[in-house]
């Protein structure tokens, strides 16, 4: 992630709304993991290109996860 914490209190209160329109308080643990995922949602970094028959199904999978 490029901006990760850039709007982090942006993405924070973005989560704290939506956890209370369906009726849950969340723990500061799930509030933050909640802000993080919506970080990683909004930053437009592209995948890197690599053609999928070439990877390994281990490099596949580190490929979705981000590492």
Do not use: I
């Not at 993991?33 to 070439?54: E, I």
């Amino acid at each position: 992630m490029r901006h990760a914490t850039e709007h982090q209190q942006d993405f924070t209160e973005l989560a704290r709304h939506a956890f209370a329109d369906r009726g849950y308080v969340p723990t500061d643990a799930w509030l933050h993991a909640a802000a993080k995922g919506l970080a990683r949602l909004a930053d437009g970094a592209p995948a890197p290109v690599v053609p999928a028959q070439d990877l390994s199904f281990d490099d596949m999978l580190k490929r979705c996860a981000n590492v």
